[in-house]
């Protein structure tokens, strides 16, 4: 059972607009959520995060939403430049404890078109 | 060094030999973690160290998994009798108090080591 679903494998998007990406989560424990930015050949690298109290974080071109009643939270990127391009893992935890911490979605391969 | 160093970045090997993947975390985090990624799949925990305490075992697949942490430092994980589905790449990621404790603690990811068995 998928408690964190990254519905769309990969996005394309020209240079210049906004990139959305989507996230949806099962558990209502999870009250903390990540975004992971993955090149090829390297590891992850957090990105940007927001707690359940909060339904917004801005970070200078990356923004996170959060709907909780949906279940749903989305990364904004405006505008995308062509290092965008990367794969982008959501992740989830509740942040009350439990030691596997954090589950992570399949990922969206986010591809920045000039 | 100042991030989370993992060896060798690429293995191959032949169904049924051991491994030994090895993870050296960020000096000072008493947290590490090992998640797998297969092909089109997220990442999925492994194993959990905090300090001292007994490792959280609970992600392992199966009893061919392996994992020890000495000296709150270094860990390594092994896989005994590799079969095919076990080819992944295997990551490494370390924080300063783990998420066990309840803080929003980011993970700090290696660049992972991409296990192959033919």
């Known amino acids: 059972d998928q408690q964190v679903k990254q519905n769309s494998p990969s996005l394309s998007v020209q240079e210049g607009r906004i990139s959305i990406l989507n996230c949806d989560y099962t558990n209502s424990m999870f009250d903390y959520f990540l975004w992971y930015k993955k090149y090829p050949a390297e590891g992850p690298t957090f990105l940007i995060s927001i707690s359940s109290i909060k339904d917004k974080n801005e970070d200078g071109r990356f923004t996170v939403f959060l709907n909780k009643s949906a279940k749903h939270l989305s990364l904004h990127i405006v505008p995308s430049q062509p290092g965008d391009s990367a794969v982008y893992f959501c992740a989830a935890m509740y942040s009350g404890g439990g030691a596997d911490g954090l589950t992570f979605g399949k990922g969206t391969h986010l591809i920045i078109q000039p | 060094g100042a991030g989370v160093s993992q060896s060798p970045s690429n293995k191959v090997t032949e169904k049924g030999k051991d491994v030994e993947l090895r993870c050296d975390p960020i000096s000072g985090h008493t947290a590490l973690y090992w998640y797998r990624q297969s092909l089109g799949q997220g990442l999925e925990f492994l194993i959990y160290?905090?300090?001292?305490?007994?490792?959280?075992k609970s992600g392992l697949p199966s009893d061919r998994f392996s994992a020890e942490r000495t000296g709150g430092s270094v860990s390594t994980l092994t896989i005994q009798r590799t079969q095919q589905e076990d080819s992944a790449v295997y990551l490494c990621a370390s924080s300063y108090l783990g998420t066990g404790s309840g803080r929003n603690e980011k993970l700090f990811f290696g660049s992972g080591t991409q296990l192959s068995v033919l």
């Open positions: 160290f905090q300090g001292n305490s007994a490792p959280d």
